[in-house]
């Protein structure tokens, strides 16, 4: 083994990539449902192989600029993610899930730290536990920067490495239970209190109409039906297409051969008998009146109508709080089928009585002309490129860095965001302002995706692979108990307390409250297993702004931790 340590250290490039690789196949790996993930599994793995290999004599380390970068590429891609959401949660409805956020972060913070001190555990405990307990990998590195910037002060003759070894340390020994905790408080909460979540989502779905979003496979059903008839019924003929619409609302003529014309969908158009006439409608609408214009003819030509598919973001601020049933009565009726909604870049239940927020993201598809005027009323069209601006992820990441560097004293040192911290910002800022323009500089989900899953998982691998060595030297028995306890009641505690205020203070509908608790922790696993425990996509529904704001300061609170434990 010897040998192959020894030829791993000499390329480091590949040994990055094997522990990446090894984490994926590990984080895929799972006991009842339940495993590592992705992430953890690169601790184990990267810090597995250096500590193994120290045994032998070898010491295995990776280049900390590659370190550095992608985990700026990762906190700048979270920026993204959860910027519009972030801004919306400061208001409206959103403000019970932002307070139910922020209680469990601070409350997470305060229990790292608390128990960080009265137990004297070494430094870096506290960001580690936090990380790992709260399952926010990202604060492993805004911990670092507090290192890093010399807030947080090291000890005659401690190094960064061992600090940094000791934040990887804890998270890894935390974030097991703070992943497989969550899940199992998300889902047993309501049973505990003796509340059927299962009932109170039936009940929130029939006076909501909200379907199930987690139905999966491919379905024959199709909300929106375009078809051509041939105008037979005396009673229609004669009518103009402006006088059809008026009598029966429910349809949307979008076509009119005659003979070899096509005379398109004209309000002033006079139908004729012999007329094939392109209808659009819903599909119950389409089978309630059949006959009414006459027989059903393939007329490929009629039915030749540009359809369309796209993102429409909502900003116009007359449709904010206006509930989905209300888009009936507009001229769009019948022509367009809404397929989902993304709120916060996740897909929500949604219903006759969803209520609109400026920044949704509605999938829509249909006619191409009803689109555009769907666009031109809610806010603005998205047919983004799957190329990504790179001109404005490099002004972002400038812009990230310079708000970083900013500082002001404090406590006889320097204080700052640091980089790690400006770059979220900066993704929080340029999302903000790309999602009201959009899209001028578009980074679609795919590469948003590469930019936190690549980033964090390399971030993660190449902090075990350098804290692997030192592990052995750390870690004793009781320095693990005492972490392993610590992250247990700092995972368990906050979600509870959330629980029992959102349950009983703001009377928040129990399934939608197992949502806005996995949300308040930032986890979307809780969410999702919660939703099949109760066969309901209702808890998605108090996801999205929790999820948004305790991503931005459970980042930021690894740095805090790192200065309030000294």
């Known amino acids: 083994m010897e040998v192959a340590f020894k030829w791993f250290a000499a390329n480091p490039y590949i040994l990055l990539f094997f522990v990446v690789g090894g984490a994926v196949l590990l984080g895929k790996a799972t006991i009842k449902g339940y495993g590592f993930g992705m992430v953890a599994s690169a601790i184990i793995v990267g810090a597995g192989i250096s500590a193994w290999a120290s045994t032998h004599g070898v010491k295995m380390e990776l280049n900390n600029f590659a370190k550095s970068l992608f985990y700026y590429l990762f906190m700048y891609g979270v920026g993204l993610r959860v910027g519009p959401s972030f801004i919306n949660s400061l208001k409206g409805d959103g403000l019970k899930f932002t307070f139910l956020a922020v209680f469990c972060s601070v409350l997470g913070l305060l229990g790292a730290v608390g128990l960080t001190r009265l137990w004297d555990l070494p430094d870096g405990a506290a960001g580690g536990i936090l990380a790992g307990a709260m399952t926010m990998s990202a604060a492993i590195g805004s911990a670092e920067e507090a290192v890093k910037q010399g807030v947080f002060k090291l000890a005659e003759g401690q190094t960064f490495e061992q600090v940094s070894g000791m934040i990887a340390l804890s998270y890894g020994l935390t974030y097991i239970w703070g992943t497989v905790g969550i899940i199992l408080i998300c889902k047993y909460l309501p049973r505990i209190w003796g509340v059927d979540a299962k009932a109170a989502a039936k009940q929130y779905e029939e006076e909501n109409g909200v379907r199930n979003v987690d139905d999966a496979g491919l379905t024959g059903y199709r909300p929106l039906s375009l078809r051509a008839y041939r105008l037979e019924n005396d009673a229609v003929a004669g009518q103009s297409v402006r006088q059809f619409l008026q009598r029966y609302p429910q349809y949307k003529i979008v076509n009119v051969g005659r003979g070899d014309e096509r005379l398109g969908a004209r309000e002033d158009i006079v139908l004729q008998k012999g007329d094939v006439i392109a209808l659009g409608g819903r599909l119950e609408a389409m089978t309630e009146n059949m006959g009414l214009i006459g027989p059903e003819v393939p007329d490929s030509k009629v039915l030749n109508v540009p359809l369309d598919q796209a993102e429409i973001l909502i900003t116009n601020k007359k449709f904010e709080g206006r509930e989905l049933k209300e888009l009936r009565n507009t001229p769009l009726a019948g022509t367009i089928a809404l397929h989902h909604i993304e709120r916060a870049g996740e897909t929500i239940p949604m219903g006759l009585n969803t209520?609109?927020?400026?920044?949704d993201v509605l999938f829509v598809g249909g006619v191409k002309s009803s689109i555009?005027?769907?666009a031109a009323l809610l806010g603005k069209v998205a047919r983004p490129s799957t190329s990504t601006d790179l001109l404005t992820l490099s002004l972002g990441m400038i812009l990230g860095f310079l708000i970083g560097a900013?500082?002001?004293?404090?406590?006889g040192s320097n204080v700052g965001l640091g980089n790690a911290g400006g770059?979220?910002?900066?993704?929080?800022?340029?999302?903000?302002?790309v999602s009201r323009l959009r899209f001028f500089g578009s980074t679609p989900n795919a590469a948003r995706n590469i930019l936190e899953d690549l980033g964090l998982v390399v971030f993660i691998a190449i902090v075990g692979v350098n804290a692997g060595a030192g592990l052995i030297t750390q870690l004793t028995g009781a320095v693990?108990?005492?972490?392993?306890?610590?992250g247990f009641i700092v995972c368990t505690v906050p979600p509870i307390l959330v629980w029992a205020i959102g349950y009983h203070w703001m009377k928040i509908n129990p399934a939608v409250l197992m949502g806005g608790v996995a949300g308040a922790r930032s986890h979307s696993g809780p969410a999702r297993e919660a939703a099949k425990e109760i066969d309901s996509s209702v808890p998605w529904i108090g996801f999205p702004v929790g999820y948004a704001v305790s991503g931005v300061l459970l980042t930021v609170f690894g740095y805090v931790a790192m200065v309030m434990s000294k």
């Open 423 to 433: 770059l979220l910002v900066s993704g929080v800022i340029v999302s903000s302002i």
């Open 406 to 411: 900013i500082t002001f004293p404090l406590a």
């Open 372 to 374: 555009d005027q769907a």
């Open 355 to 359: 209520k609109l927020e400026r920044f």
């Open 480 to 486: 693990a108990v005492k972490i392993l306890v610590a």
